[in-house]
């Protein structure tokens, strides 16, 4: 998938250098993606963002590969409680080297600069209800279907929690659609 080159060519669309601690916000720039592949699931057609969900739940092994070494699985609609209201964020992680939380926030459409408010309350809520005294601070990705990087870089500006966005795709590597393309094919005859 030449991920390296990509890594290398793409300019940043989160706002770590401004948020985490340099060495942390150098680390984290090394761990997340500013795009994922989401081809091993499969997806041929457009979805829902619950049935992206599920899907990556009960894929969770790929989709943790996918997402780099040192990340845990804490759990998907995490529920939150806090004011006597329940918020729920899509898929909570743990990542052991940055010792940081990390929720991941699912949409199959483009980016809304509105997605970073909901996160900031995420990550707010979850270093108030859910982080110990020995992490760092909870760190948030929106996984959208597309973003535009001026659009995330204004979104981002003022933001004082350590949030990315990142994009992904859900095309198979050619062998996996070349396969699926056949077996689709077979079932018509």
């Known amino acids: 998938m030449d991920t390296f080159h990509h890594t290398q060519t793409q300019l940043q669309t989160n706002n770590f250098n401004e948020t985490l601690l ?3 916000a150098d680390y984290a720039n090394e761990v ?33 590969l996918e997402l780099g070494k040192g ?10 409680e ?5 918020y ?3 898929m909570l992680f743990f990542h052991r080297g940055l010792r ?3 929720a991941i926030e699912l949409k199959i459409g483009s980016f809304k600069a509105e997605y970073v ?26 996984l959208c279907a597309e973003k535009d990087r001026l659009d995330v870089e204004i979104a981002l500006q003022d933001i004082n929690k ?26 018509e005859i």
Do not use: A, C, W
């Open 22 to 24: 340099p060495i942390s």
């Open 32 to 64: 997340f993606k500013n795009s994922y592949n989401l081809g091993f699931l499969g997806i041929t057609e457009p979805i829902k963002e619950q049935e992206l969900e599920k899907r990556l739940t009960e894929k969770i092994k790929s989709f943790v």
């Open 71 to 80: 990340f845990s699985f804490i759990g998907n609609q995490y529920r939150l």
């Open 162 to 187: 350590p949030i990315g966005v990142s994009d992904y795709q859900l095309l198979l590597p050619k062998d996996e659609l070349q396969t699926l393309v056949l077996n689709e094919l077979n079932k």
């Open 117 to 142: 408010g909901k996160m900031n309350f995420y990550l707010t809520l979850l270093d108030k209800l859910e982080k110990s005294e020995h992490e760092n601070p909870s760190i948030g990705i929106i």
């Open 88 to 90: 729920f964020v899509d």
């Open 100 to 102: 940081s939380l990390v």
């Open 82 to 86: 806090y004011n006597q209201k329940e």
